[in-house]
Structures are given as structure tokens and as C-alpha cells.
């Protein structure tokens, strides 16, 4: 049995063409974590803290310790002791951590000038599940899906 949810187009659309221009430059690509970590760090109210951030992403902190020796390498972030508790490691932005952000934001901009010439459409995904039940929140625009048991 399937169940038919519709999502919209356009905002996959727009996410899959600024990823696409993102793999075919010349910056390191970045998983899903690193990419929140980041966004959290240059977006987010500071000062920002592993065990903050693993709070706020609701993830271990040693993925985030992972996720940040990643970034740290590619001189996106950089940890110093706060000075004020030895026992807090404070993640600070860098230059090339903002000029990584810039661009990309920039070809979030480019994907926005596509899907603005794509027609508004729906697609639908079929989900293969014994009897599930769906709830579709028009007004989060989440969807969930629970199995029955």
C-alpha cells in the first residue's frame, strides 16, 4: 500500500541547484552537519561552545568535535580557550569561513533567479509502508509520517 504526500517543487528545486553549483566549484564540499555547524556559528547568536552547539543541533558532542576539526582544517572555524572559563572551548568565525559563506550564499541567490523562470508545480512522493498513518502540517510545512504497529 502507498501513500501519496506532495511537496513543493520549487524548494527543492532551488536547494538542489545551489548544491549542484556548490559540487562543481572549486570549495570543499560539506556534509549536512558541518553546513549547520557553520550556519549556526556565522548566523547564530555567539559566543558558541561545542557542548552550545551539540545543545542546539541536538547532537553528541563528539560530532560536533568531528564535525569541527573538519572545518577547523579548512580554516572555516577556530577554537580558542575562553578566557574566562579554561573549561570552555569558544568556536570563533575566521576570513575564509565568511568569504566560503558569502559565495555560497551566492549561488543560493543564482538558484533563486532559476526556479523563479520554473512554473510553481507539486511532486509527489510515494511512500511504500504497511498501513501508515500521515499527518501534513500546512501550516509548518512539515510532514510526518508514523507507521502503524
Known amino acids: 500500500m502507498?501513500?501519496?504526500?506532495?511537496v513543493q517543487l520549487?524548494?527543492?528545486?532551488l536547494w538542489r541547484h545551489a548544491l549542484v553549483a556548490s559540487v562543481r566549484g572549486d570549495a570543499p564540499d560539506l556534509s549536512a552537519r558541518q553546513m549547520a555547524l557553520m550556519l549556526s556559528v556565522y548566523l547564530g547568536d555567539g559566543p558558541h561552545t561545542v557542548r552550545g552547539l551539540a545543545q542546539a543541533l541536538r547532537i553528541s558532542?563528539?560530532?560536533v568535535s568531528r564535525a569541527l576539526d573538519r572545518l577547523g582544517e579548512l580554516g572555516y572555524v577556530r577554537r580558542q580557550r575562553d578566557d574566562l572559563?579554561?573549561?570552555?572551548?569558544?568556536?570563533?568565525?575566521t576570513?575564509?569561513?565568511v568569504q566560503f559563506l558569502t559565495e555560497f550564499g551566492g549561488l543560493i541567490d543564482n538558484a533563486k533567479e532559476h526556479i523563479m523562470s520554473v512554473p510553481a508545480r507539486m511532486i509527489e512522493f510515494?511512500?511504500?509502508?504497511?498501513?501508515p498513518t500521515a499527518t501534513y502540517d500546512n501550516s509548518t510545512q512539515e510532514w510526518a509520517?508514523?507507521?502503524?504497529?
Open 2 to 6: 502507498g501513500l501519496t504526500l506532495p
Open 10 to 13: 520549487q524548494s527543492l528545486e
Open 61 to 63: 558532542k563528539p560530532a
Open 85 to 93: 572559563d579554561r573549561r570552555n572551548v569558544l568556536v570563533q568565525k
Open 95 to 97: 576570513v575564509s569561513g
Open 126 to 131: 510515494i511512500l511504500e509502508q504497511e498501513e
Open 145 to 149: 509520517i508514523e507507521a502503524a504497529e
